[in-house]
């Protein structure tokens, strides 16, 4: 079994003896020797086991060594080194051989330790070579693994700086809540009557979601949803229209007493027909005012017409002043 750990050494010569010699030669020096004796077979070793180095006779049986050369540095390795023997000293010849880039082109009569320091030198160089490749592959990979780990760690420190951003906007708008609502509920305690509760819910609605329109409406001694004021900018509605707007408005609050939200231009036929021409663009929000469960007493109705529609967190701030409205009025009964 061939040792592949000793360096590989292809020698070509389609002379049987100069082979023999060859091969001779290089064994002596702990070396692989690989012999072939036409171009073709040189090839085909090659192909099937890299050598380290290629020693070949110029002009071969069925092509050149030059030819050889530039076969196996296409299909087996582009660097393989290679020594040229030649027993033809013109210029021409040497010059073509030169372009190859042999190691050493070297003359009959051979120099057989000439070549032997040549092949050794050459494999020294070579397996030194191999040794910085290897390093500076090595290299390259740990560099990629260090790249996609930082990549990996950045994107990392992105994402949670990103929900860290998120959390502390989510937790200072829900404090900046926590404050709007104290304060209307410090308000509420300052309340004289339902018109003090109501002004203080108009103003708190327009200072945190805008210009509005609305009605408060509250029970009877029938039980009955009875419009108790009205409100908006630069004036409230005419109380026919505000009636008229919010008959059906408490029908859906009676069926489902939570905060409501709709836009009334998608079902005009829920509304009076003297009305429905204003219905169009126009969106309201219902306020239930259920002090305790199972128990409304009153209800606030807001409405925008063909301005921005109400939002989301305009509903979750209706939701969250119902209960202490519903309290200040019930107080005030």
Known sequence: MADDTKPRVLVVDDEPDMLELLQDALSDEGFLIETAGSGNDAIKLAKANSPDIVVTDLMLGDCTGLDVIDSLRTNVASDIPAIVITGMGDPETLTEASRYRPVELMTKPLDLDRLRLVVAEELVRRAGYE?????????????????????????????????????????????????????????????????????????????????????????????????????????????????????????????????????????PELFSESIRKFLPGLSALMIPLIPTQGELIGLVILYRKGEQPFTDADMELAEAIAQPTAIAVRRND
Not at 175 to 185: H, I, K, P
Not at 234 to 255: G, N, Q, W, Y
């Open 131 to 267: 040794r910085e490749k290897s390093r500076h592959k090595k290299l390259r990979r740990l560099a990629r693994e260090i790249n996609i780990q930082r990549k990996t760690i950045q994107s990392r420190l992105d994402s949670t700086c990103a929900d860290l951003t998120v959390a502390y906007r989510t937790l200072s708008a829900q404090m900046a809540n926590q404050q709007v609502l104290l304060g209307y509920q410090r308000e509420l305690i300052g309340a004289k009557n339902d018109d003090d509760v109501f002004r203080s819910l108009f103003r708190l609605i327009v200072h945190r979601t805008g210009g509005v329109f609305g009605m408060a409406l509250v029970c009877d001694s029938e039980a009955e949803l009875q419009i108790a004021g009205r409100f908006g900018v630069p004036h409230p509605d005419e109380v026919t229209f505000c009636r008229e707007l919010s008959k059906p408005l408490i029908d859906m609050v009676l069926a489902e007493p939570q905060c409501t939200l709709i836009d009334t231009g998608e079902t």
